[in-house]
């Protein structure tokens, strides 16, 4: 029989090899079909139920679990607003940072604005954001309850 290295050094959950050992040549074709990159039919039943066994036995990997998929259906309608919604975050996130950052400068320079330009400042934000929020916030508190709901079907919890 062709004796194959594994492809990494660590042990291997299926054949339970330790590090350095050399697979069978059935022992590394299974594992390559149970990994999923190899389609590998035993030739006698007992082999078909121990791989059968193997691949419902077999977690699936971190890498694995990130190239899942899930689908999530929405109307046209829904697509739009939630398109709509999700446009001017970034630039309204960006803006406020600026703000934030600009007034940060000022002050720690040893600069005070008079205090009524500072709350018209404060204000001008204030309305901004409150806008935006009332604006885009009910359309993105309803996709990410539906993000929430489509998770839960897959059987994932935060």
């Given at each position: 029989m062709t004796k194959h290295n594994p492809?990494?050094?660590?042990?291997?959950?299926?054949?339970a090899k330790e590090e350095g050992a050399?697979?069978?040549?059935?022992e590394w074709r299974m594992q390559e079909?149970?990994?999923?990159?190899a389609h590998y039919v035993p030739g006698n039943?007992?082999?078909k139920a121990e791989l059968e066994a193997m691949r419902k036995a077999?977690?699936?990997?971190?890498t694995e679990e990130k190239k899942s998929m899930i689908t999530l259906t929405m109307?046209?309608?829904?697509?739009?607003?939630?398109?709509?919604?999700t446009e001017n975050v970034p630039y309204l996130v960006s803006s406020a940072a600026?703000?934030?950052r600009m007034l940060w400068s000022l002050t720690s320079a040893g600069f005070t604005p008079p205090e009524d330009q500072l709350c018209a400042i404060y204000e001008l934000c204030a309305r901004g954001l409150e806008s935006a929020a009332a604006k885009e916030g009910d359309t993105l508190d309803r996709f990410d309850m539906e993000l929430r709901d489509a998770l839960k079907a897959e059987g994932i919890t935060e």
């Open positions: 492809p990494c050094a660590a042990v291997d959950p299926v054949t050399r697979l069978t040549d059935h079909a149970i990994a999923g990159r039943p007992e082999a077999k977690k699936p990997s971190a109307s046209l309608d829904d697509t739009l607003k939630l398109r709509q919604a600026n703000v934030f």
